[in-house]
């Protein structure tokens, strides 16, 4: 069917509810499943369920461009997390049925086609949960637009937030605006849970080279260890570095070794969890990340909305707004 094969001249059209008075079922689901954090609820509620309409006037432009576009991205938070949360499981499940010497020993089934899902599964998740971070991104740029460096409307990126979070906070002035006050308390939740000075720490970029490689290169790219423990049960773990050759640890007969034994390659190069615990940990602490951030963008929408309207957030938005040519494939 092509485009102009359609009647474009419409007497009817039909779309989702533009006025809503409670919470759409998705939403509903998702915070009780535990995959959506309260906050992020409690902004959606803020919103007035994102009605039409009911913009404050610090997002409402006469196009209904800004407000409309917020809640694109607010709805894109709970879609990602909700997403994050069915890979989470699906990869577990996939873990679970994957062949492994004990079960063999011991009469348990397993399904050959286990590992696939688990390596496509987990690369979703990663998918998802940096989007997540990167949705919210985006909702701080427009609440909080132009105060954090590199992070702009339409175009953020978490990674942003993560290097500004870096950096010591400036002076603040003897009198803060009210943007500058959510500055403030952003960098002072985000801070220790993006930059944990645990073990921890870097958590986020390693979750980001494994998302780069897999959405780049294909699920195929996760390399693993299985070790057992003194019962004869297997868990998998996945290496902390990339790439990640074990055949350079593989020597012919005769050769000599010189590398670490294998306890201390294992330590040196490997996850100190496995990859179903890891899993956990990573969607935990995504959401436990985009719940603080939300905390502080619903105070700031509270406070913010009054206020005149956000110019400079639409101009950014406008600025990254793109469009191509293309039209449709020819001869299809």
């Known amino acids: 069917m092509r485009l102009e094969d359609c009647n474009l001249d419409l007497d009817l ?16 689901e998702a ?10 609820f409690e902004l ?5 369920y994102l009605s039409f309409g009911s913009a ?47 079960k063999k020993v011991r009469g348990e089934p397993w399904d050959p086609n286990a590992p696939l899902r688990a390596r496509r599964a987990f690369r979703y998740l990663l998918l998802s949960e940096v989007a997540a971070l ?3 991104a985006d909702l701080t740029a427009i609440l909080l637009t132009g105060l954090i460096p590199r992070l702009r409307v339409g175009r953020a990126r978490f990674s942003s937030i993560e290097g500004w979070l870096s950096r010591p906070l400036a002076p603040a002035a003897l009198i803060l605006t009210p943007q500058e006050h959510f500055l403030t308390e952003l960098y002072d939740r985000l801070g220790p849970l993006v930059h944990p000075a645990t073990g921890e720490r870097e958590w986020l970029p390693l979750m980001r080279l494994y998302r780069n490689k897999g959405a780049h290169l294909g699920s195929s790219v996760f390399r693993q260890i299985g070790l057992h423990d003194n019962s004869g049960r297997f868990y998998t773990f996945f290496p902390r570095q990339w790439p990640y050759i074990w055949e350079r640890h593989m020597k012919p007969a005769g050769q000599t070794y010189r590398g670490s034994t294998l306890p201390e390659l294992f330590r040196q190069t490997l996850i100190h969890q496995d990859v179903v615990s890891y899993t956990a940990g990573l969607s935990n602490k995504v959401r436990t990340v985009v719940g603080a951030a939300a905390l502080v963008l619903g105070s700031a929408y509270k406070q913010l909305g009054q206020l005149s309207f956000n110019q400079a957030a639409l101009a950014e938005l406008q600025d990254n707004s793109e469009m191509y040519a293309f039209e449709q494939f020819v001869g299809t």
């Open 44 to 48: 959606y509620h803020l919103a007035e």
């Open 134 to 136: 990167d949705a919210v």
């Open 13 to 28: 059209a039909v779309s989702a509810p533009l006025t809503r008075t409670e919470p759409e079922p998705t939403w509903v």
């Open 31 to 40: 915070r009780e499943s535990g995959a959506l954090p309260d906050s992020v």
């Open 56 to 102: 404050p006037p610090f997002l409402a432009d006469d196009d209904n461009i800004l407000f409309s576009y917020f809640g694109i991205i607010l709805e894109g938070v709970l879609d990602s997390l909700a997403e994050a949360q069915e890979h989470q499981q699906r990869f577990g499940e996939a873990v679970n049925q994957t062949y492994d010497l004990g």
